[in-house]
């Protein structure tokens, strides 16, 4: 993904965020390792501020 559509920043959010230690490092390492930009590999990856129910959020952010 952020080959594909390179962001600036990630945001996991929902209750898989309580447990961010658990694999945000991961992460960081498998970006740093296959990011084909050397931009790419200083991208951010942050825990949302909600916390709850992100997906039904978000979901209703996009019904019109």
């Known amino acids: 993904m952020v080959n594909?559509?390179?962001p600036e920043i990630i945001v996991i959010g929902?209750?898989?965020s309580?447990?961010?230690?658990?694999f945000f490092p991961k992460i960081k390492e498998t970006?740093?390792?296959?990011?084909?930009h050397p931009e790419a590999k200083k991208?951010?990856?942050i825990r949302?501020?909600?916390k709850e129910e992100v997906?039904?959020?978000g979901?209703?952010?996009l019904w019109d």
């Open 43 to 45: 991208i951010k990856i």
């Open 48 to 50: 949302s501020k909600i």
């Open 14 to 16: 929902g209750k898989v």
């Open 55 to 57: 997906g039904a959020k």
């Open 4 to 6: 594909l559509i390179d």
């Open 18 to 22: 309580n447990s961010s230690d658990l």
């Open 59 to 61: 979901a209703a952010l």
């Open 31 to 36: 970006i740093e390792e296959l990011a084909m």
